[in-house]
C-alpha cells in the first residue's frame, strides 16, 4: 500500500525538499524521535500540513517530568511523584528509601521503553536511582513515583490543537510470555474495544484528563496537534495518566484503526489544519459494540533480547485471504523478492468480526497459516476479557 523511500528522518532539510518537490500535502509523524526533534516545526515552516506535535507540545512524551508537571498543574490524575537531577542525588536516594514499595523509577527522556523500572524492593530502588542518574540512559534527571493499582488501557485522542475527537479504547499485552509473565515488551497483542473503559470511565477521561491536557497545552503557548495516546490505570472505575505519548503506539494502532470507520487520511489532515469541528459530530467509537478487533504479534525467538534475522516468511497471502484479517508489517524487509523477518517483532496479525470470541479465534488462525523458523506469540490475546465476558 506505501512506497518507501530512504530518507534520514533527523535531515529535516531532505525530508522538507522532498514533500516540497512530491508535492505532498499532508504528513504524519510515526515515531517519537522525530517528534521530539522538531522534525514537525520544519515541516510546518515549509508550509506542510503536519499530522504530530511540535516538539515543544511533543514533551508530553518525551519528557516524564514535564508530563507530570503538567498534570500537576491541572489537577490531572496520575501517580504522586518527585522530579531530581544528577546534582540532587543524595534527597534522590533519601526520597526513595523511605518511598513504600512498589516504586516506579523513570528516566526522564526517551528511553525506547526500556526507561522504567517498577522496583519490588527498596535496594533494586536504590541501585536504579544510582544507574539513572550515572547517565544510563543519558544526562537528564529521574522521575520517582508511586505505584498504580488497576487495569491498563489506551485512549487515543486525534488533536487538532483545541478539539479532539476518541477513538475507540484498546488494551495491550506487555509481558513476552502467557499470563502477563516475563519480560516487559513493545506489546504482544492488543484488544478493541477494551470493555475496561466503560462510557462513565470514557467520560471521566475525556473531562479530567484530555480536555484539561489540551486546554492546559494550549493556554501554555504550545497547543497539541497530533494523536494524544493516553496510558491509563483504572482502578474501581477511577483512571489515572500512566503516562502520555504524542503519538499512535504499536500494537494498539493496528485494532484502534481496524475499526474506525472514516478515511483516516481526511481525519488527519483536518487534525493537522485545525479543522476537526466537523468530525466532533460524528461518532468515532462503535457504542453498540458491533465490531471487535485481535492483533496478535508474531515476534522472532528470542525477543525482546536478541534473536535472528533474515528468515523468509511465509503464508501472509493465505492469512490475509481470511475474512477480516490483516497482516500489519513490523519488522520484515525483501531481500531479492522474497520477504525475510527483519526484527524482533515481525508481523501484526490482526481480525476483525462481530464479537471479541470470533475476532480472537480468527486472528489465531491467521497465526497458523503463518511460518518462519522461530515463529512466537502469546496464546492468550484477549482471553482475560473473554473470560469476564
Ligand atoms: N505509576 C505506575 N504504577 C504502576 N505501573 C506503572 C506506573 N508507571 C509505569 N508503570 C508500568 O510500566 C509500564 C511502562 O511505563 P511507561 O508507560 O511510563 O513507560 P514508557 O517507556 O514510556 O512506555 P511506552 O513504551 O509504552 O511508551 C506501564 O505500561 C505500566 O505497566
Ligand atoms: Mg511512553
Same mark, same amino acid.
Given at each position: 500500500?506505501?512506497?518507501?523511500?530512504?530518507?534520514?528522518?533527523?535531515?529535516?532539510?531532505?525530508?522538507?525538499?522532498?514533500?516540497?518537490?512530491?508535492?505532498?500535502?499532508?504528513?504524519?509523524?510515526?515515531?517519537?524521535?522525530?517528534?521530539?526533534?522538531?522534525?514537525?516545526?520544519?515541516?510546518?515552516?515549509?508550509?506542510?500540513?503536519?499530522?504530530?506535535?511540535?516538539?515543544a507540545a511533543a514533551r508530553l512524551e518525551s519528557s516524564k517530568g514535564f508530563s507530570k508537571d503538567l498534570m500537576q498543574r491541572h489537577g490531572i490524575p496520575t501517580a504522586p511523584f518527585a522530579r531530581f537531577t544528577a546534582e540532587q542525588r543524595?534527597?534522590?536516594?533519601?526520597?526513595?528509601?523511605?518511598?513504600?514499595?512498589?516504586? $516506579?523509577?523513570?528516566?526522564?527522556?526517551? *528511553?525506547? /521503553?526500556?526507561?522504567?523500572? @517498577?522496583?519490588?524492593?527498596?535496594? =533494586?530502588?536504590? &541501585?536504579? $536511582?544510582?544507574?539513572?542518574?550515572?547517565? *544510563?540512559? /543519558?544526562?537528564?534527571?529521574? @522521575?520517582?513515583?508511586?505505584?498504580? =493499582?488497576?487495569? &491498563?488501557?489506551?485512549?487515543f485522542a486525534v488533536c487538532d490543537g483545541d478539539l479532539y475527537v476518541v477513538l475507540t479504547p484498546a488494551q495491550d499485552h506487555k509481558r513476552v510470555g502467557d499470563g502477563d509473565v516475563g519480560k516487559n515488551t513493545g506489546g504482544m497483542g492488543t484488544y478493541a474495544p477494551a470493555p475496561v473503559v466503560t462510557d462513565d470511565v470514557m467520560q471521566k477521561v475525556r473531562e479530567r484528563i484530555i480536555e484539561p491536557t489540551l486546554a492546559g497545552m494550549k493556554a501554555e503557548g504550545t497547543p497539541f496537534v497530533g494523536c494524544l495516546f493516553c496510558g491509563l490505570m483504572i482502578d474501581n472505575g477511577e483512571p489515572s495518566v500512566v503516562e502520555f505519548n504524542a503519538r499512535f503506539g504499536d500494537p494498539e494502532t493496528q485494532v484502534v484503526l481496524s475499526l474506525l470507520d472514516v478515511d483516516v487520511a481526511a481525519l488527519f489532515a483536518s487534525a493537522a489544519r485545525g479543522t476537526l469541528a466537523p468530525y466532533q459530530w460524528q461518532t468515532m467509537i462503535d457504542e453498540r459494540h458491533e465490531r471487535h478487533a485481535v492483533c496478535v504479534v508474531l515476534a522472532s525467538e528470542g525477543y525482546p533480547d536478541s534473536y535472528r534475522k533474515g528468515l523468509p516468511i511465509r503464508g501472509i497471502a493465505a492469512a490475509e485471504a481470511l475474512p477480516g484479517v490483516r497482516v500489519y508489517h513490523a519488522g520484515t524487509k525483501m531481500v531479492d523478492g522474497e520477504l525475510v523477518t527483519n526484527g524482533g517483532r515481525v508481523l501484526g496479525v490482526t481480525a476483525v468480526a462481530g464479537t471479541l470470541r470470533e475476532a480472537r479465534d480468527r486472528a489465531y488462525e491467521a497465526c497458523a497459516l503463518i511460518d518462519f523458523e522461530g515463529k512466537t506469540m502469546r496464546m492468550d490475546i484477549a482471553s482475560r476479557a473473554l473470560e469476564k465476558a
Open positions: 500500500v506505501a512506497d518507501v523511500i530512504s530518507i534520514d528522518p533527523s535531515d529535516h532539510k531532505a525530508v522538507c525538499d522532498f514533500a516540497v518537490e512530491e508535492g505532498i500535502t499532508l504528513v504524519v509523524i510515526g515515531p517519537e524521535q522525530p517528534l521530539e526533534k522538531g522534525l514537525a516545526d520544519a515541516l510546518r515552516a515549509s508550509d506542510i500540513d503536519v499530522f504530530g506535535p511540535s516538539a543524595d534527597h534522590a536516594l533519601t526520597y526513595v528509601n523511605e518511598h513504600p514499595l512498589p516504586v $516506579v523509577i523513570k528516566y526522564d527522556g526517551l *528511553a525506547a /521503553g526500556k526507561g522504567v523500572v @517498577v522496583a519490588d524492593t527498596t535496594p =533494586q530502588a536504590v &541501585e536504579t $536511582v544510582d544507574a539513572m542518574l550515572d547517565g *544510563a540512559f /543519558g544526562e537528564n534527571g529521574i @522521575v520517582i513515583e508511586g505505584f498504580l =493499582q488497576g487495569q &491498563e488501557a489506551s485512549v
